[in-house]
């Protein structure tokens, strides 16, 4: 079940994540790098303003999820091998 503040706190993420994605990106960097900044500031282990809960958690495994197989999509088999 969706509650209000489980809302409020997807809609703060999500804000900030772009927010924080936008200034990466006026400077040159990787978009991912300021949005991955944005959940290490706002969670647990900086700021703790978004605790963890169990649907938060769950998103958070899809998400890493999505980032390892866009990652996985984005690299040449042929170069990752000659790197080995």
Known sequence: MITGHLIVTLILIL?????????????????????LLAGLIMGPPLLGIVNASEPIELMAEFGIFFLMFHAGLEMDPKEAVEHI
Do not use: D, I, Q
């Open 15 to 35: 804000t900030v994540a772009w927010f924080m994605g936008r200034v990466f990106a006026r400077f040159g960097l990787p978009v991912v790098l300021g949005e």
